[in-house]
């Protein structure tokens, strides 16, 4: 069952065409991989998913769940069960992450027919969830973002993650400046998550944690479009051989 279709879609950032007509399907339960030389576009097309103000749509058409995603805006897409996780997540002094996490999930209940949870079992569910994989939730006493460190930004996704339960999952860069123990959490998590209904798009650059979550798909997206598709082994090739020698062009250059 396919849960995301983009069909020839055209972005602008800033009046400048960075997404040229791609094409992308992800069925539900995929993992998919999106790798591609810097400023290739590979957070464009997360943030246009996420209807970023600085992402203008300028053709093509993006199905969630059968629905028009670009009539969609931002909080209706987060109550549809999609996730996102910024390169560089905002800073919102003054508002309380945990108020922030418990007011989302409420939401997110609320527009499909639940009842909201109470601050008692908001908190049981958060020491359940973050007990599972030894996660720090002192975070959530915090504003959120608010002088979080690359480490914690990271940390605190993935309490969202486990928290939201969101059915389409984007990671943009998560394991980026993680310690290797850091990468093996960010591992856990999202592979307890897979149970064949949740997809994932995830952008990285890095071998080890394709490694430990073994995409189906793996897209190397270049001049605006998805230039090339495999499975792992097209991940690991790029791995030991580079853009260059398999036949990928830096359009930066
Ligand atoms: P990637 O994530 O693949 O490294 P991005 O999607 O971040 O690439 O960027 C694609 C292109 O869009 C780059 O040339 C980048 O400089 C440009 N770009 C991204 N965000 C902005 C912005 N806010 N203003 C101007 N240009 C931007
Ligand atoms: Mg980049
Ligand atoms: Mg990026």
Redesign the pocket.
């Known amino acids: 069952e396919t849960i995301l279709k983009i069909e020839n879609l055209h972005v602008n950032?800033?009046d400048?065409e960075?997404l040229k007509g791609l094409n992308l399907e992800i069925k539900a339960g995929e993992v998919h991989a999106l790798m591609?030389?810097?400023?290739?576009?590979?957070?464009?097309?997360v943030?246009t998913l996420s209807a970023h103000y600085?992402c203008a749509v300028t053709q093509g058409k993006i199905t969630y769940k059968k629905k028009d995603l670009l009539e969609l805006d931002v909080s209706e897409r987060a109550n549809e069960g999609i996730f996102m996780s910024f390169?560089s997540p905002i800073e919102v002094a003054g508002v309380n992450n945990s108020y922030f996490l418990k007011t989302a999930i409420n939401a997110k209940r609320t527009h499909n027919g639940l009842s909201e949870i109470d601050a008692m079992e908001f908190l049981k569910l958060v020491k359940e969830e973050t007990g599972k994989f030894n996660i720090d939730r002192k975070l959530l006493q915090r504003d959120l973002n608010d002088g979080f460190s690359g480490g914690e930004k990271k940390r605190n996704e993935l309490i969202q993650l486990l928290m939201l339960q969101p059915d389409l999952i984007m990671l943009?860069e998560i394991d980026s400046g993680l310690d290797v123990d850091a990468i093996k959490t960010v591992a856990n998590v999202i592979n307890s998550m897979l149970d064949g209904k949740k997809s994932i798009l995830m952008?990285t650059h890095y071998d080890r944690l394709l490694e430990l979550i073994k995409p189906d798909f793996v897209h190397i997206?270049n001049d605006g479009i998805i230039a090339k598709t495999g499975d792992y082994s097209l991940a690991l090739e790029l791995d030991e051989k580079g853009y260059e020698a398999i036949g990928i062009k830096d359009a930066?250059k």
């Open positions: 950032i800033n400048r960075i591609g030389t810097n400023g290739a576009g590979k957070s464009t097309l943030k600085d390169q943009d952008i997206l930066n």
